[in-house]
């Protein structure tokens, strides 16, 4: 039986690890020829071979971009997974935080994004997937201040992408993941065990914060995906989907 993605191309960036990781995996078994990047080769290398093709991407190299899309083609699902978490206020953010959070988790979707739109266009058909987050214009989180901002941002992109090309056979949707069992995750853990008096202590933290009493799973994220890349979501456009186990209820 063929994979629901059988046929279909895609492009993922920062899928070394993570939920980045998960979806270049989910796709791949899908039946999708998944071309995987990240600037983290090592990582990468795991997943490359069964339908998975790595390449080393710096989405903040604006060059380095254009040239993966020229060596990549025309694909039919894009995937924006690219992001850091800084934990601040406003108080505690720098100019350089502000700035690096904006190249990477928004400016790296536009130029990404800008670069494989031709080919969806040309193609007349395209699913664009952006990883926001409940943490934006969804719900406020303490200490979360310019990633929030920066994945509010991302909403406005989809629905504006969404907007603009709903006749020409392009769909733009955001994944809005709460809190994710991550390696991402667990650096912020382990940022705040001093604070908490240990690593499972800062764990027990965050557990504690979820309506469902647990983590989510990349792999729960990746099936979202997967849905929006295939065409059973073929009426779904300009949305921002939460998945994040009952956090903004």
Not at 4 to 15: S, V, Y
Not at 88 to 95: G, K, Q
Request: net charge neutral; glycine share 8%.
């Amino acid at each position: 039986m063929a994979g629901r993605l059988a046929g279909k191309r895609a492009f993922i960036t920062a899928a070394a690890k993570g939920i980045g990781r998960a979806i270049a995996v989910a796709f791949a078994a899908e039946g999708a020829e998944v071309v995987a990047t990240d600037i983290d080769e090592t990582a990468l290398a795991e997943i490359a071979g069964s339908g998975v093709v790595t390449r080393r991407l710096d989405v903040l190299d604006a060059p380095a971009i254009a040239r993966a899309a020229a060596e990549a083609g025309p694909v039919d699902v894009l995937v924006n997974c690219a992001g850091y978490v800084h934990q601040n206020t406003i108080e505690t953010c720098s100019e350089e935080d502000w700035a690096f959070a904006f190249d990477l988790n928004v400016r790296s979707a536009f130029r990404v994004t800008k670069a494989f739109l031709p080919g969806m266009l040309a193609k007349g058909a395209g699913s664009i997937i952006v990883i926001s987050s409940a943490a934006s214009s969804i719900k406020g989180a303490p200490n979360r201040f310019v990633y929030a901002t920066t994945k509010a941002a991302l909403l406005g992109f989809v629905k504006s992408i969404a907007t603009d090309y709903v006749k020409r056979g392009i769909r733009a949707n955001a994944i809005c993941p709460g809190t994710i069992d991550t390696p991402s995750l667990a650096d912020r853990i382990s940022a705040n065990a001093a604070e908490a008096g240990s690593v499972e202590a800062a764990r027990a933290a965050f557990v504690a914060r979820q309506a469902m009493g647990r983590l989510g799973r990349p792999e729960e994220i990746a099936a979202l995906a997967l849905y929006l890349a295939s065409d059973e979501s073929a009426f779904l456009t300009g949305q921002a989907i939460v998945i994040d186990g009952g956090w903004t209820l």
